[in-house]
Structure formats: structure tokens, C-alpha cells
């Protein structure tokens, strides 16, 4: 399990991190973040069900690609972060739900993106996806066990990669400053997933010493992604006031 992925940068220059100290006893998992990711559950669920029902109606181009091949990132970690839940019995219902929709959702993208393929690069990216996805997906639906806990991380890191792969070549093709920006904004969203996954992982109380570094580096990499979009030179004053959002939003979650 010690081969749990470094995620992907992206190649900005971007100032150094800032010192985040994260608590010493991550695993007690305090009620008011117990409500307040049930919650966010039930919102992220009402917003999956809103994708599941446009994905088809969209005629992809290289942008919603870069953007749905970001989601696909995202939908890893998710997937896994459902799994601990259900395993903890933590909000189950809803981290059922959220499961379902997830698996839906990127077996629908992952369906699409094969399908616009420009290049035969990103083609073999994406078939790479497609044999890990029908592991992961096998994992995935199985009895959530915490003695199997490790080695579904495993599958969604093996996943996460080459989601990877296929976002950043999908940013090669485009050859511009939007596809570099769109592609930040979407890894933002794998990011919180998967702060969140292990989160939930610690709560159960698996291999600290596995899960303690990936656990602090999303953390540094959401907050030099968000110093890159917010001094982009493209953003618009809208862009601006939605991230000063999300900034707010990260200060009190971190």
C-alpha cells in the first residue's frame, strides 16, 4: 500500500504551499463534521443527478471533454469515499445513493469520451481507463469490508492515474491557456473528493502511516491550485467573486 500515487501536477510554477497543520487525531471523527458531510452529501447527490440526465444531450468539444474527463478524476475518489462510509455505516443511505450515481456516471462518461477520441493518444489513455474502471467498478459494488478497505484505495489510486492520463492529454490536444485552466479547476473538484476520502479512511482508523502524506499533500496541491486561478488574467470578476466562495468555503473546512 505504500504505492499509493503521487497526484499528477500540473506544469505551473506556482509559489510554495503554505504550512498547513492538520490535527493530530484526524481519526475521531467530531459530530459536527459528521452532519456536516451528510449534508454535503445530500447536495452532491441532488447535483450528480443533474449531470446523469444532460451528459448524453451534450455534444462534446475539447473543453466539455478536458471537463469531463476531470469529473472522471473526481468520480474515483468519490466512489472510494462512498465505500468507507457505507463500510462505517455513516450516513448510509445517502453514501449509497451517492455510490450509484457515481458508478453510473462514469461508466456514461467514460462511454462519451471514447466515442469523441480526436487522436489514437488519447484513445489508448482512455481504453488504459476502461480495463481499470472494470476492476474498480467489481470493487466497488462488492460488501464494503474494512479488512478490504486498503486495496480499494489501491484500485481508485490505480484509477485516479489514468483518469489522469486522459485529462492531460485531452489538455495537449486543445493547445491553449483554457484547457490549462479548465483542467485546474476540474482537478480542484477531485482534490476536495479526496480530502474527504481520507478523511473518511483515517476515521476508520486504517494505516495512518499509508494514508498521512497523501492525506497532507491534496491539502498543499488544493491550495497552490486555487493561488494559480485566482491570479489568472482571464478570470472575470464573476470568476473572482466565485472563487473568494471558495476560498472562504476552504478556510473553514481545512
Same mark, same amino acid.
Given at each position: ?7 499528477? #501536477?500540473?506544469? $505551473? ?22 452532519? @456536516?458531510?451528510? $449534508?454535503? +452529501? $445530500?447536495?452532491? %447527490?441532488?447535483?450528480?443527478? +443533474? ?22 478524476? /473526481? ?14 455505516? %455513516? ?10 450515481? =457515481?458508478? !453510473? *456516471?462514469?461508466?456514461? #462518461? ?5 466515442? &469523441? ?11 488504459? %481507463? ?9 470493487? !466497488?459494488?462488492?460488501?464494503? @469490508? ?13 484509477? *485516479? ?11 495537449? &490536444? ?16 477531485? *482534490?476536495? #473528493?479526496?480530502?474527504? /476520502?481520507?478523511? !473518511? !479512511? ?8 499509508? $494514508? ?6 491534496? /491539502?498543499?496541491? &488544493?491550495?497552490?491550485?486555487?493561488? %494559480? *486561478? ?6 472575470? =470578476? ?17
Amino acid at each position: 500500500m505504500r504505492s499509493i500515487i503521487k497526484s499528477s #501536477q500540473t506544469s $505551473l510554477t506556482i509559489a510554495p504551499p503554505r504550512k498547513i497543520v492538520a490535527s493530530q487525531n484526524i481519526a475521531a471523527f467530531p459530530k459536527t463534521l459528521t452532519v @456536516t458531510n451528510l $449534508l454535503l +452529501s $445530500l447536495l452532491l %447527490v441532488v447535483s450528480l443527478g +443533474s449531470f446523469s440526465s444532460v451528459s448524453f444531450a451534450e455534444t462534446l468539444t475539447i473543453d466539455s471533454a478536458i471537463n469531463k474527463a476531470g469529473r472522471q478524476r /473526481m468520480l474515483t475518489q468519490r466512489i472510494v469515499k462512498s465505500y468507507l462510509l457505507i463500510g462505517q455505516d %455513516v450516513a448510509t443511505e445517502t453514501a449509497q445513493e451517492q455510490l450509484d450515481a =457515481s458508478i !453510473a *456516471l462514469f461508466e456514461e #462518461q467514460l462511454e462519451e469520451l471514447e466515442t &469523441y477520441a480526436p487522436n489514437q493518444s488519447i484513445n489508448d489513455a482512455l481504453q488504459a %481507463v476502461r480495463q481499470q474502471w472494470n476492476q474498480f467498478r467489481r470493487s !466497488a459494488i462488492a460488501k464494503p @469490508t474494512k479488512s478490504d478497505a486498503l486495496a480499494m484505495i489501491q484500485e481508485g489510486e490505480k484509477t *485516479l492515474a489514468n483518469c489522469e492520463k486522459v485529462v492531460q492529454r485531452l489538455e495537449a &490536444y486543445s493547445g491553449n491557456q483554457k484547457g490549462k485552466l479548465i483542467n485546474i479547476s476540474g482537478r480542484q473538484r477531485m *482534490l476536495s #473528493q479526496r480530502i474527504g /476520502m481520507f478523511y !473518511a !479512511a483515517k476515521s476508520w482508523n486504517l494505516d495512518s502511516e499509508v $494514508l498521512n502524506q497523501p492525506f497532507k499533500q491534496a /491539502m498543499d496541491e &488544493y491550495d497552490q491550485a486555487l493561488r %494559480v *486561478l485566482t491570479a489568472s488574467k482571464l478570470n472575470t =470578476s464573476e470568476i473572482n467573486t466565485a472563487l473568494d466562495k471558495v476560498i472562504s468555503q476552504w478556510e473553514f473546512s481545512r
